[in-house]
């Protein structure tokens, strides 16, 4: 039997998917003299140069391709195992720490009240707000995971969809172009509009749509919270969009949803973590969860 340890093919399984020692370290919290050393010691268990260095580039040997998709098979393996281990045990302990987009608190929290259900154990922190304080906490990078309607430009992020997330054109049921189909950008582009605080990421997203067709629009009111919004517009002050979820938990056929060209925008959820980021097993277990469970909601 070879010996090799499971901490040196889960180096190598890096340092082969990224093709670059620095890159590993920085994965896996390593020195790269550390990486270095791991990678040495395996290429002599196997016997075999596992990488080559052509100038500044690394490349994988004959030997290399091969040991790198044995080693993913049993690095799954392993992972596989764990999640097995834990799904059967519940957490014990741990905690986990999310910052959602204001909009998502419509329904985060019943996705946590499930979790916690499920594992007792678990310490859950929820910290809601808007858009530029949730990319903000991001680049610094101190929570769990990251829960917004767009994932950053710019930023090295991992980020993965796991919930539709609809964005409507909401009015009062009396409004005159409730019941009308396919309403032109241009028709509602001239009725008075709600917006929600720059910054905000539904706000984002329907000015894009209306620049995108030529259209500014210039919102007779700016109100800070689906809720002040979703309010603004019973009292007949304009229209707005807003998300699917935030209407949840209202009556069928106290709003009026507006059939107008361009909308629903689809957007998704995403779960967002810094690129590289080791997650906790408390974090990968909740990552699991959403995308088994969140797509249920
Ligand atoms: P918001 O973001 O709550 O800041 O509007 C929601 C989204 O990005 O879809």
């Known amino acids: 039997m070879l010996h090799l340890t499971l901490r040196q093919l889960q180096v190598f399984e890096s340092a082969a998917r990224h093709l670059s020692l620095s890159r590993a370290a920085e994965e896996l919290h390593l020195s790269q003299p550390g990486v270095s050393m791991q990678l040495k010691k395996l290429a002599e268990a196997v016997g075999h140069p596992l ?27 392993v992972v596989r195992y764990e999640h097995s281990l834990v799904a059967r045990r519940g957490l014990s302990g741990g905690s986990l720490r999310i910052v959602a987009i204001t909009t998502a608190s419509y329904f985060v929290p019943r996705l946590l ?27 610094a990078g101190l929570d769990d995971l990251y829960i917004l309607g767009q994932p950053p430009e710019g930023l090295a992020v991992t980020a993965i969809p796991f919930l539709k997330n609809p964005l409507v054109v909401l009015a009062a049921p009396d409004h005159p172009l409730a019941g009308h189909k396919a309403i032109p950008v241009a028709r509602l582009a001239e009725e008075p509009w709600l917006l929600r605080e720059p910054g905000s990421g539904t706000r ?41 979820h935030t209407l949840s938990l209202h009556a069928p056929g106290q709003f009026a949803l507006l059939d107008a060209e361009g909308f629903p925008i689809p957007r998704q959820w995403y779960a967002v973590y810094p690129a590289g980021r080791q997650r906790s097993v408390v974090a990968r277990t909740f990552l ?5 469970d969140g797509t249920r909601l």
């Open 288 to 292: 699991d969860f959403l995308l088994s």
């Open 51 to 77: 990488l080559e260095q052509t100038g500044k580039r690394i490349n994988l040997t004959e030997q290399g391709q091969e040991l790198v998709s044995t080693a993913r098979e049993i690095l799954g393996a």
């Open 113 to 139: 009240g499930e979790f916690s259900k499920r594992h007792p154990g678990v310490k859950v922190f929820l910290r809601v707000t808007n858009r530029e304080q949730v990319l903000s906490s991001l680049a």
């Open 204 to 244: 984002l997203a329907v000015e894009r749509l209306f620049a995108d067709r030529g259209f500014q629009l210039s919102p007779r009111m700016e109100l800070g919270s689906n809720e002040a919004i979703k309010q603004a517009v019973l009292a007949g002050l304009g229209i707005s969009v807003v998300s699917r």
